[in-house]
């Protein structure tokens, strides 16, 4: 399968912060709770992009732990996130790893490495995912263990509906919340034998119209090109426009907006053959 994605550093920070500021759950903290990291382990995260599960996990066992011994080495294949992550690291003297790299090719790893290897809506862009689960098997030690994150089938299926609604079209079949509980989750389970998967619920809730806007503009981000079928030979501008109309007569008969996140945690351990 070949996947042309790319995420800019600013609309991902964009719906970072509208998640902070409107979510009513904290999906972090629930996958750092949901992880059970014990002290001296080895850590694996893949597609960590500009390092904010890497950050985000030390210092929660900062908080959790005393005189831990964990070690995160995070990789990417983009490289301005990891000069981004390690600028980051270097400030702030986390002692993390990043590394240029894809999971999509063997990772430059010896076989048992890692006791947690986590991928937070990143591993449903693996080309060839059963490949990159085989290098993900290698890598861990036996009993090591891992949780991915990613879309449920019904992810903000609020937005969707604003969206097809302006734009009197279909959302085509995404590639997250499409082959993530799916196809994934089956191949994890193939390969690991003992898959198992968890629903996270947030939902965003909005008084005014302009952080749901925010929203829409960063997540519909061309260069994105999640929404790249739908998108094809629309105006974004136009799109956005009728989107702003929409949700002034929403929030006028309801009184709010809403988007509700639907995650899904996929965990697995390696158990010894």
């Known amino acids: 399968m070949n996947i042309d994605f790319k995420e800019s550093r600013e609309s991902l920070a964009s719906r970072i912060k509208i998640h902070d500021?409107?979510?009513?759950?904290?999906?972090?903290?629930?996958?750092?709770?949901?992880?059970?990291?014990?002290?001296?382990?080895?850590?694996?995260?893949?597609?960590?992009?500009?390092?904010?599960?890497?950050?985000g996990l030390k210092n929660y066992l900062k908080k959790n732990f005393s005189g831990n011994l964990i070690e995160i080495t995070g990789i990417d294949e983009h490289e301005n996130l990891i000069k981004i992550a390690r600028t980051k690291n270097k400030k702030t003297k986390n002692n993390i790893k990043f590394n240029l790299a894809s999971f999509d090719k063997k990772l430059l790893f010896p076989e048992k490495s890692f006791d947690l290897v986590i991928s937070?809506?990143?591993?449903?862009?693996?080309?060839?995912?059963?490949?990159?689960?085989?290098?993900?098997?290698?890598?861990?030690?036996?009993?090591?263990?891992?949780?991915?994150?990613?879309?449920?089938?019904?992810?903000?299926?609020?937005f969707n509906e604003v969206i097809e609604d302006a734009a009197n079209d279909k959302v085509p079949e995404l590639i997250g919340s499409s082959r993530y509980s799916t196809e994934i989750f089956e191949s994890v389970n193939n390969i690991f034998k003992n898959a198992t998967i968890e629903e996270f619920k947030n939902q965003l809730n909005f008084e005014t119209i302009e952080p749901f806007l925010e929203y829409a503009h960063s997540t519909l981000e061309k260069n994105r090109k999640v929404y790249v079928e739908f998108l094809k030979n629309k105006d974004l501008k136009l799109l956005l426009s009728k989107i702003q109309n929409i949700l002034k007569e929403?929030?006028?008969?309801?009184?709010?907006?809403?988007?509700?996140?639907?995650?899904?945690?996929?965990?697995?351990?390696?158990?010894?053959?």
């Open 21 to 55: 500021l409107y979510g009513s759950a904290n999906l972090d903290l629930w996958m750092f709770e949901k992880l059970k990291i014990t002290s001296g382990e080895k850590i694996l995260d893949l597609g960590c992009g500009d390092g904010k599960q890497c950050f």
């Open 250 to 273: 929403k929030i006028k008969i309801n009184g709010k907006l809403k988007i509700t996140k639907l995650v899904g945690g996929i965990s697995a351990y390696n158990t010894v053959d």
């Open 120 to 158: 937070c809506f990143a591993i449903y862009y693996a080309e060839n995912i059963e490949k990159t689960l085989l290098e993900i098997k290698r890598v861990l030690k036996p009993g090591g263990r891992i949780f991915f994150t990613g879309p449920m089938p019904n992810n903000k299926k609020e």
